[in-house]
């Protein structure tokens, strides 16, 4: 195996496009809406967007796909310029273009036109997929695969080969390492029926066996993924959490993650777990439409922090009219009051996002010995509650700052407070926020659970 060498992506280049405006009247023509387009974005789509998540998850990247003389292939060109290198097949036709035309961020209709084949690979091409440490193919059903298709079986015995499906392309190439389609595709290409767990496993345990694969990995979008392999129990690996935005890409955003977690060395169950979090995440930032996706990262820049969800979440949010709800805290060790608190919150707007003391502050602010649990569990279990929609730490001794860059509309504490003399209170003002107290638990606090842990291990 070559451990120094590239991630290479063969697949099929798209162009996607979203037009997005407002529709608020019907067509006099036709009972269809009308959209006021405000915005019109367009971006790498299919592989092209499956190698540039794999760039922002770092190390280098190479594409091979199809490129014409075309308009639509010089924007794509262009935008992957500097996040990965291209080794060009010929196109005989025109980069295919998607284009989603979106009123409130919700599609209305999706109008698709040109297309071409694929030609056959130079000495270039074969060369840069001969040095690959790990490959992944994003087949998207128009020929890039099918022209690799000799090269690629070379590959799958020497490097990982995750290979993402099409129910219009041809099959995996044997060894594939991993194989992921997702629940629609698995039942368009086998004959086993129902929706069922049983069913999905049944499914790729089939097909693994049909493809000669050593994994498929059936994607279940918020369910999370099922990982099988013949004669073995299938594995769910679900989500860390619930996803709330456009899942659009996940199923790229998923296959780029696995390919880089199986290059680095990961085992598949390892590799899974990694990429539902990373495809959460995708969704929950916005997914393939969001705009600083495809801002420049800096030097030494995989991709946004792991608070970005939390800014994201709450500019869709305010886009759309809504009313975005924070509330914060320690959370050191999560008892009835927090969650009592935290589902009362949640009820208030459109989503919650919960700010906590980083394992500094929280030291600084109930001394030593504190935190009982370190940062990234409190966040987890946090994140994994029904009514909490994002969660982002903040190393201050207060959140002001953070709330500063959040501007939520309401602040929700729990107890005996009087609002109007929270220290967020006069912050939210700036911006015409609202703080409010919520009735708390009363005997519930981590501190008094924190002391009849240790008086009852003191009595054993």
Not at 303 to 320: I, M, N, Q, T, W
Not at 387 to 395: H, K, L, R
Request: hydrophobic share 45%; aromatic share 4%.
């Amino acid at each position: 195996m070559n451990s120094s060498g590239p991630l290479v992506v063969v697949g099929d280049l798209l162009l996607d496009e979203d037009i997005e405006g407002d529709a608020t009247r019907l067509a006099p023509d036709a009972p269809v809406p009308v959209v006021e387009a405000a915005t019109r974005r367009s971006r790498p789509g299919g592989a092209g967007l499956a190698a540039a998540l794999a760039a922002r998850y770092g190390g280098e990247v190479v594409l091979i796909t199809a490129l014409g003389r075309d308009a639509a292939s010089d924007t794509a060109r262009r935008a992957l310029r500097d996040r990965v290198a291209l080794a060009e097949l010929p196109l005989d036709g025109t980069l295919p273009v998607k284009t989603r035309v979106l009123a409130a961020g919700r599609p209305v209709v999706r109008i698709d036109r040109g297309g071409g084949t694929p030609g056959a690979p130079g000495s270039g091409v074969l060369a840069a997929l001969a040095s690959a440490r790990a490959v992944l193919v994003a087949d998207y059903g128009r020929g890039t695969a099918d022209v690799l298709r000799t090269a690629l079986a070379s590959a799958a015995p020497r490097v990982p080969l995750v290979w993402d499906p099409h129910p219009r392309g041809g099959p995996p190439v044997p060894g594939a390492r991993l194989v992921t389609p997702n629940a629609s595709e698995a039942t368009a290409l086998c004959a086993v029926v129902g929706s069922s767990l049983r069913a999905h496993a049944g499914r790729g345990a089939d097909l693994a066996g049909r493809w000669a694969a050593g994994s498929v990995c059936v994607t279940l979008g918020e369910r999370g993924a099922l990982l099988t392999r013949p004669g073995s129990a299938p594995v769910l690996v679900p989500p860390p959490y619930r996803a709330s935005g456009d899942p659009c890409g996940a199923g790229d955003c998923f296959a780029a993650a696995v390919a880089c977690a199986l290059a680095d060395g990961a085992l598949p169950e390892e590799a899974v777990v990694r990429a539902v979090a990373e495809a959460a995440a995708f969704v929950n930032a916005g997914g393939a439409g969001n705009p600083g996706l495809w801002e420049p990262a800096g030097p030494g820049d995989a991709g946004p922090p792991p608070s970005s969800d939390a800014f994201e979440l709450a500019r869709r949010v305010h886009a759309r009219g809504g009313t975005v709800v924070a509330t914060g805290g320690c959370f050191d060790l999560l008892h009835a009051g927090h969650v009592g608190l935290l589902e009362n919150a949640g009820r208030i707007g459109d989503c919650l996002i919960v700010c906590v003391n980083s394992d500094a502050s929280l030291t600084r602010l109930k001394g030593p010995g504190r935190p009982l649990n370190p940062l990234a569990d409190r966040m987890r279990v946090l994140g994994a509650l029904g009514s909490v929609d994002a969660v982002v730490s903040f190393e201050e001794d207060t959140p002001v700052r953070l709330l500063e860059a959040l501007r939520p509309d309401v602040w929700v504490k729990g107890g005996d407070y009087a609002a109007d003399d929270l220290p967020e209170a006069e912050v939210l003002r700036k911006w015409d926020g609202q703080a409010v107290v919520l009735p708390y638990l009363d005997g519930r606090s981590t501190t008094s659970l924190a002391d009849r842990a240790a008086r009852a291990a003191a009595e054993r």
